[in-house]
T-cell receptor
């Protein structure tokens, strides 16, 4: 079983619809992240959470919201989807290590298409 | 200027070739550095961390030059299975400030 699981794997929706992407992890990490990836661009951070009571905006949070339901669960919502939110979305976790050499562990991704 | 810049490629090389990728970063205060590998439409996976003294993992060698703010990845004896996109990743400290390059695409051909 994957350590970081995203659902759904693929989703097609229409402009204006509300969408939720789910992420769960069995790694026991406190830190969780949501990224999006667009062709020709690096992954960009949407939101991150360092523990259940901590939520922070990333580089491109407009149009998105998140919920950290438990240490293992971090969901991403698009309240009213628009076509330029079509992208590949990744959830990730990390565990802070001494020396700052912090590695990210990714889920398999959710391909979202907004028509 | 992008925070992390990579040559997008693609690099097309024959099996057995040696290929090198470069990456530059803009923040001199960056603390940790990585190379990730991403197969088409799949999740990025850590290939190796990059240390100031340089480090090697089998056919892969990573180098860091802090003065020039430059990271490199060398792949020796390329295999077909090395075909992927290689992401240069820089962490500016604190975990959340992780910057991804757009990636360098590698095709290894028989």
């Amino acid at each position: 079983d994957a350590d970081v699981t995203q659902t759904p794997r693929n989703r097609i929706t229409k402009t204006g619809k509300r969408i939720m992407l789910e992420c769960s992890q069995t790694k026991g990490h406190d830190r969780m992240y949501w990224y999006r990836q667009d062709p020709g661009l690096g992954l960009r951070l949407i939101y991150y959470s360092f523990d259940v009571k901590d939520i922070n905006k990333g580089e491109i949070s407009d149009g998105y919201s998140v919920s950290r339901q438990a240490q293992a669960k971090f969901s991403l919502s698009l309240e009213s989807a628009i076509p330029n939110q079509t992208a590949l979305y990744f959830c990730a976790t990390s565990d802070p290590l001494q020396g700052g050499n912090e590695k990210l562990f990714f889920g398999s991704g959710t391909q979202l298409s907004v028509l | 200027r992008k925070e992390v810049e990579q040559d997008p490629g693609p690099f097309n090389v024959p099996e057995g070739a040696t290929v090198a990728f470069n990456c530059t970063y803009s923040n001199s205060a960056s603390q940790s550095f990585f190379w990730y590998r991403q197969d088409c439409r799949k999740e990025p996976k850590l290939l190796m961390s990059v240390y100031s003294s340089g480090n090697e993992d089998g056919r892969f060698t990573a180098q860091l030059n802090r003065a020039s703010q430059y990271i490199s990845l060398l792949i020796r004896d390329s295999k077909l299975s090395d075909s992927a996109t290689y992401l240069c990743v820089v962490n500016e400290g604190g975990g959340f400030k992780t910057i991804f390059g757009a990636g360098t695409r590698l095709f290894v051909k028989a």
